[in-house]
């Protein structure tokens, strides 16, 4: 009773999440020509301890970081890859000003090690050095910052110096200060596409190979991933074409089911790193969790302010002169093309012709950028044009709120609108997982962070059309998809396996049979 009742205290003062349904596949004019730096999706939590390693994972962020969408299991012979000439990053803010405090660098090479046969692989792939595969991924990862709790002026001071790195193109070891560009892996292996199973006979094995370890207890890993966001897509662009009745393809409410996942069947390429809570906390301590989430006072985990909060965000920079026709790295310093905090935002809040800029802008910007977006949502707008709902189009302070401060008591992190992904890290994992979060009573989900099962589009939704306003209109609004196609693994790296392109069903249902 006590729990349900902190759950009634924070709808009362709006536990908001992101505006829109879907993901951000796609989102922007020119990331649509630009997938390989089209960051999809991005999930902080912190995972539960498994037992059958003896690795803490509750003492850890645990960060899931996609690009590339729509990816065609059977898109050979050339398959999906990430660009070795762009910089991949994963960005923590520990104080709430929008700006990163220590972020990891991802860099890659391509080796095309049979340039004399068409194949990406040919059988048998076994090993992640095997001979038979043509062509692999290699990456290297930098720590930029420290966690030092520093001045704005020295944070401001520490950018500056990373930027000097970045634009000469070179990374050095430097001594453990707020301007330290370290190189913390070299030559980690990407896993594979999942061709099929003559040529990768285990890919699951095979897989398994790509997971790193990290100096100082963390641990990586990189490569092809089932996409793990699921939404019926098709319904959502074709004018919100979900029908208050369940009569149509689309169903409302939600959780009546009959949606379809447009993502099912579609891969990704990931970037899954876990690391100790201290190496990106304010005062690089551990987060003070209680021993378990459950009705108990003692599990509450707060936000006041402190050490525990993190904001994470995902961005993609590319040199500013990119040479189209070459692998080459291009010329100039390198820019902000793609980036990615709460889900949704610069797809469904931002419109069409503010996309790039949100893409190019940093989190410190939103408010004065983009706040009025957030105040007055188109899609509340289309909710009464489409479904009468009477949903309130103006003045939506409950959407700021914890969409860009955090939620007070649960991971606000300080008063300055910022669009990223605020997770308190002193909330332990629950128990049983709630799809809908802290609207279902669970603590540990969006949007305090955000879980890979975590329905975000059936939260946004029902948010949108006022349901932590007060009084609440409490239309139970979903899409149909309540989960993902393939379960989720309990296990390090988390995401599912990819399809592989022999099996691939996409084009391939209900097709007439030949003549």
Same mark, same amino acid.
């Given at each position: 009773m006590k729990r349900l009742a902190l759950v009634a205290a924070l709808v009362a003062i709006a536990v908001a999440v992101p505006l829109g349904i879907g993901s951000s596949h796609r989102e922007a004019p020119l990331t649509a020509l630009d997938p390989t730096a089209d960051d999809t999706d991005i999930y902080a939590f912190t995972a539960k301890n498994d037992p059958a390693t003896a690795r803490n994972e509750e003492d850890q962020l645990t960060v899931v970081a996609n690009w590339i969408p729509f990816? #065609?299991?059977?898109?050979?012979? %050339?398959?999906y890859r990430f660009d070795d000439r762009a910089h991949y990053y994963i960005n923590v803010d520990n104080d709430g000003d929008g700006r990163y405090d220590v972020r990891y660098l991802f860099k890659f090479k391509t080796h095309f090690n049979n340039p004399n046969s068409f194949l990406y692989a040919a059988p048998? *792939?076994? &090993?992640?050095? #095997?001979?038979?595969l043509f062509v692999t991924q290699t990456y290297d990862v930098y720590r930029i910052g420290g966690n030092e709790a520093v001045s704005s002026s020295k944070k401001k001071a520490h950018r500056r110096s990373a930027r000097r790195h970045h634009r000469r193109g070179k990374h050095r070891h430097a001594r453990r200060s707020q301007a330290s560009v370290v190189k913390i892996a070299n030559d980690y292996p990407v896993a594979p596409n999942n061709v099929g199973p003559k040529t990768m006979p285990d890919y699951d094995s095979l897989a398994r190979q790509a997971?790193? %370890?990290?100096?100082?207890?963390?641990?990586?890993? *990189?490569?092809q991933r089932e996409d793990p966001f699921f939404v019926d897509l098709g319904a959502t662009f074709d004018g919100i074409n979900i029908d208050p009745k369940p009569l149509g393809r689309g169903t409302i409410p939600g959780n009546n089911g009959g949606g379809k996942d447009d993502l099912a069947g579609y891969s990704v390429h990931s970037i899954v790193i876990q690391v100790p809570e201290q190496s990106v906390t304010k005062d690089g301590e551990k987060a003070d969790k209680p021993r378990h989430n459950d009705d108990d006072d003692d599990a509450k985990a707060s936000a006041n302010g402190s050490n525990d909060v993190v904001g994470v965000w995902a961005s993609t920079e590319r040199r500013k002169l990119q040479v189209t026709d070459s692998n080459e790295e291009g010329k100039g310093d390198y *820019?902000?093309? &793609?980036?990615l905090g709460n889900p949704l935002v610069n797809e469904v809040v931002i419109p069409l012709g503010l996309k790039d800029k949100f893409n190019r802008t940093s989190p410190a910007d939103d408010a004065k950028n983009f706040g009025q977006f957030v105040v007055e949502p188109e899609l509340a707008k289309l909710m009464n044009a489409l479904f009468s709902l009477g949903v309130k189009e103006t003045g939506r302070t409950d959407i700021v709120l914890a969409l860009l401060q955090g939620v007070p008591g649960l991971n606000r992190q300080s008063d300055k609108p910022v669009d990223t992904l605020k997770i308190n890290l002193a909330t332990p994992p629950s128990a049983t997982e709630n799809r809908l979060g802290v609207l279902g009573g669970d603590l540990a989900g969006f949007p305090n962070g955000r879980r890979l099962a975590d329905d975000v589009t059936d939260i946004e939704l029902r948010v949108v059309a006022g349901a932590l306003l007060d009084p609440p209109n409490t239309v139970p609004l979903g899409d149909g998809? #309540?989960? %993902?196609?393939?379960?989720f693994s309990s296990q390090f790296p988390y995401v599912a396996s990819p399809t592989s392109g022999f099996d691939a069903k996409l084009k391939r249902e209900d097709v007439p049979p030949a003549p």
């Open positions: 990816e #065609d299991p059977a898109g050979g012979p %050339n398959f048998q *792939v076994t &090993s992640l050095d #095997d001979p038979q997971i790193q %370890n990290l100096p100082g207890g963390g641990r990586v890993f *990189v490569g *820019v902000q093309v &793609s980036r998809v #309540d989960t %993902n196609d393939k379960p």
